[in-house]
């Protein structure tokens, strides 16, 4: 799908220097924003996690309200939307990795339209498989939303299905990690859980959303350590993301299970965060 509209560094333009840093070493962050009724959805949080990642890498991160009042200005114009934002490192000033004081972000702000998508993905939940490509373990970049997402194109590239929505992912230390494009959460014993981020992985905005409505509705959650062994004993597994919200898990490798009540708790929690009310998938773009 191609984007609806394109800006770099707060101009309509495609046109990115072949010299970015971006383009050359991955040298960036990104976030994905999903965008309703012309709003965007949980905004300061993707600011805030985009601002982190900055400062953990040393990007100058844009200054002031640029940043938010492009996207808000970009998802305005469409009632439903999604906004992918890159923040690179810019214009590499020498050739090799070190980076310069003199080097100056790029920052390149799409707009997409939004899926179309089978309501009953909501309501019955998807098939998931489990990727045969591991993650590498590097603590100095867990968490981060940052551009190099090899293990995940490759991981992505092991199936053609479309009846398969996702794979889920393992460490090089056979920890269960997240999804190529999502977190994971398992439920056991009345308990939420999804495994920690310290290692690898990608800290998602809904799996912050999603652990603070738990807190909220007093459901037990964790986060831990997992394997295998709590795949297979798992009563539910759901997906998170910034476009699917709480996706459930009908298949995994094919064993079937069932849409269970906590995961449609949390569906339901978050429906009303959004819009004050349950309403439909169609209404509430969960995609």
Same mark, same amino acid.
């Given at each position: @799908?191609?984007?609806? %509209?394109?800006?770099?560094?707060?101009?309509?333009?495609?046109?990115?220097?072949?010299?970015?840093?971006? %383009?050359?070493?991955?040298?960036?962050?990104?976030? $994905?924003? +999903?965008?309703?009724? +012309?709003?965007?959805?949980?905004?300061?949080?993707?600011?805030? *996690?985009?601002?982190? /990642?900055?400062?953990?890498?040393?990007?100058?991160?844009?200054? +002031?309200?640029?940043?938010?009042?492009?996207? *808000?200005?970009?998802?305005?114009?469409?009632?439903?939307?999604?906004?992918?934002? %890159?923040?690179? *490192?810019?214009?590499?000033?020498?050739? /090799?990795? !070190?980076?310069?004081?003199?080097?100056?972000?790029?920052?390149?702000?799409?707009?997409?339209?939004?899926?179309?998508?089978?309501?009953?993905?909501?309501?019955?939940?998807?098939?998931?498989?489990?990727?045969?490509?591991?993650?590498?373990?590097?603590?100095?970049? !867990? &968490?981060?939303?940052?551009?190099?997402?090899?293990?995940?194109?490759?991981?992505?590239?092991?199936? $053609?299905?479309?009846?398969?929505?996702?794979?889920? @992912?393992?460490?090089?230390?056979?920890? %269960?990690?997240?999804?190529?494009?999502?977190?994971?959460?398992?439920?056991?014993?009345?308990?939420?859980?999804?495994?920690?981020?310290?290692?690898?992985?990608?800290? &998602?905005? @809904?799996?912050?959303?999603?652990?603070?409505?738990?807190?909220?509705?007093?459901?037990?959650?964790?986060?831990?350590?997992?394997?295998?062994?709590?795949?297979?004993?798992?009563?539910?597994?759901?997906?998170?993301?910034?476009? @699917?919200?709480?996706?459930?898990?009908?298949?995994?490798?094919?064993?079937?299970?069932?849409?269970?009540?906590?995961?449609?708790?949390?569906?339901?929690?978050?429906?009303?965060?959004?819009?004050?009310?349950?309403?439909?998938?169609?209404?509430? +773009?969960?995609?």
């Amino acid at each position: @799908m191609n984007p609806e %509209l394109v800006w770099v560094n707060g101009r309509p333009s495609g046109e990115v220097s072949a010299l970015d840093r971006g %383009l050359h070493f991955g040298d960036g962050l990104f976030e $994905t924003i +999903g965008c309703v009724h +012309g709003a965007p959805r949980f905004l300061e949080l993707h600011l805030e *996690r985009l601002a982190a /990642g900055s400062e953990r890498l040393g990007l100058e991160a844009p200054r +002031g309200g640029t940043l938010e009042a492009e996207v *808000r200005a970009l998802a305005a114009e469409s009632p439903r939307s999604i906004i992918k934002v %890159l923040v690179t *490192r810019g214009a590499a000033v020498a050739r /090799g990795y !070190a980076p310069s004081a003199a080097e100056r972000p790029t920052r390149i702000t799409l707009r997409y339209a939004w899926p179309e998508e089978d309501p009953a993905l909501w309501h019955e939940g998807v098939r998931v498989r489990v990727a045969d490509q591991r993650l590498g373990e590097n603590p100095a970049l !867990a &968490g981060l939303k940052h551009c190099n997402r090899l293990e995940q194109v490759l991981a992505r590239a092991e199936w $053609t299905d479309p009846g398969i929505a996702e794979a889920l @992912m393992y460490s090089s230390s056979a920890a %269960l990690i997240s999804g190529t494009m999502s977190n994971v959460f398992l439920v056991r014993d009345e308990r939420l859980l999804t495994p920690r981020l310290d290692r690898c992985g990608v800290a &998602g905005v @809904m799996r912050r959303v999603v652990l603070a409505e738990a807190a909220k509705a007093g459901i037990a959650a964790e986060e831990r350590t997992l394997g295998s062994g709590d795949l297979a004993a798992a009563r539910e597994v759901f997906l998170t993301n910034a476009l @699917m919200g709480v996706r459930p898990v009908r298949e995994l490798g094919g064993r079937a299970l069932a849409v269970g009540p906590l995961t449609r708790a949390l569906q339901e929690r978050l429906a009303r965060l959004l819009h004050g009310g349950a309403r439909g998938p169609e209404e509430r +773009g969960d995609g």
